[in-house]
């Protein structure tokens, strides 16, 4: 029967295509292949899913028909439609004619984890779990900590020991328990693989991490929306894992599958910062995996030496036309100032390793001035405010106008 919604069929290995049935899995038996959500959208009809949408709520759940579950669920925190601002004043800086800022910052927590959170948390309800936990750069950490405290479920959320204080104290309030790791990201990463299998939690990045990917999608949807149901000619987006740059483009992909908007996949740049640059790396020396490399970055939202979905971001820079760069720390720090004072937008470093990539790409020709670009800013400043420390001067006066005169306006005050 052609209903007007999609099926969620199964879980589907991405290198075997083995299914599985819809459970807390992300390991295929058969070839240790990640695990995806697989859906039959040849059910939906395109003007009456396009309607469906606009009626929808102000959340990622009007895109539920995209989204792994057979009825959309109650989430207690929300998370999505955030802005996507003209940023005329940065283009002009940058020699080009239309970019646009995605501000993912606007989410509850304060960074684009809040959507892939609220489809992990959702899920692992259904499936009956209590107990919620993750293996964290820091955005993770806030965002289950405070998705899991709104949902009434217990958490615990591991990070690496060196995390920036903000993040840290942005997790510690919802009542977590937050488990500082010696370690660096890949090691916390290594121990909660490990714990999934002894504990009978939802790790959402490990073993409901098919579901958790999902919720990236919604940014692509978004953005195409927001244009008015357009596609950008070239979306710049930063990679940890890979996970959200490859399902930003998936997430175009259906769309365009479905006739729900037309043309080509836009330009897919991936942005990574040179402390730890896996995936640019590859795409430099032509790999298709990537060698696992130590990081050392102010990125640490971005800090995953090993990264997950590293192949698939490679490819999808590839058959888009696009391209993986790496930014150094102060290229990073450039951009955030660039986006700050070009768009009144402050940014955690992530975002300044995708306004530095941006940034290249206009400078080194690369972008047709007569192109419609997107950057991708996915996380808060005020997380990681060492990164601006010292950047600028402060005038320190005493409560005298001629004080103020001398000191900032320069004026000698004649008596
Ligand atoms: C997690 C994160 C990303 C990218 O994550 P992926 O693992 O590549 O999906 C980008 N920006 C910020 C701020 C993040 O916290
Ligand atoms: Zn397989």
């Known amino acids: 029967m052609r209903g007007s919604r999609c099926r969620v069929e199964s879980l589907r ?3 075997c295509a083995q299914e599985y049935p819809l459970e807390a899995r992300f390991v295929c038996d058969n070839c240790f292949g990640p695990l995806e959500v697989a859906y039959d959208f040849s059910g939906l009809d395109a003007a009456e899913t396009r309607r469906k949408i606009q009626a929808g709520p102000q959340t990622i759940w009007r895109y539920a028909d995209f989204l792994p ?5 109650q989430t207690a925190l929300a998370a999505g439609v955030t802005p996507l601002i003209k940023a005329d004043r940065l283009a002009e800086r940058l020699g080009l004619r239309e970019v646009w800022v995605k501000n993912d910052a606007a989410n509850p927590t304060h960074s684009f984890k809040d959507r892939v959170v609220t489809v992990a948390v959702a899920k692992a309800r259904e499936l ?3 107990v919620v936990a ?3 750069t820091g955005n993770l950490a806030n965002s289950v900590a405070a998705h899991a405290a709104a949902a009434g479920l217990e958490s615990y959320v591991f990070i690496p ?3 920036e204080e903000q993040k840290i104290l942005a997790t510690g309030v919802y009542g977590t328990h937050l488990v500082a790791v010696r370690g660096s ?4 990463n290594r121990l909660c693989t490990e714990l999934s299998f002894e504990r009978d939690w939802a790790f959402v990045n490990v073993n ?8 990236s999608k919604t940014l692509g949807y978004e953005i195409a929306e927001q244009l008015g149901w357009e596609l950008p000619d070239r979306v710049v987006v930063p990679i940890a894992s890979g996970s959200l740059f490859t399902k930003v483009a998936q ?11 037309k043309g080509d996949l836009p330009v897919m740049n991936g942005a990574q910062a040179a402390g730890c640059s896996p995936v640019a790396r590859a795409f430099a020396d032509d790999m298709s995996v990537c060698r696992p490399v130590r990081p050392d970055t102010i990125a640490k939202s971005l800090a995953i030496g090993d990264p997950a979905d590293g192949p698939y971001a490679l490819e999808l820079a590839r058959r888009s036309g696009g391209g993986i760069e790496a930014v150094c720390d102060d290229e990073i720090r450039d951009g955030i100032r660039l986006l700050a004072e070009t768009t009144g937008i402050f940014t955690e470093t992530a975002g300044g390793v995708t306004t530095a990539v941006l940034s290249r790409l206009a400078e080194r020709g690369d972008i047709d001035p007569a192109e419609r670009v997107v950057a991708t800013i996915t996380g808060e400043g005020l997380k990681t405010l060492d990164a601006v420390r010292g950047s600028f001067e402060t005038y320190e006066i005493e409560p005298r106008a001629d004080a103020f005169a001398e000191a900032v306006e320069g004026d000698r005050v004649v008596a």
């Open 134 to 136: 993750c293996a964290s």
């Open 161 to 163: 020991s060196d995390l």
């Open 185 to 188: 990201y890949d090691d916390v």
């Open 13 to 15: 290995c991405k290198e």
């Open 128 to 130: 009956g779990y209590d």
């Open 208 to 215: 409901v991490r098919p579901y958790y990917a999902e919720g």
């Open 69 to 73: 579950f057979e009825r959309p669920p």
């Open 251 to 261: 997430g175009f992909e259906e769309w365009l599958d479905i006739g729900l908007i």
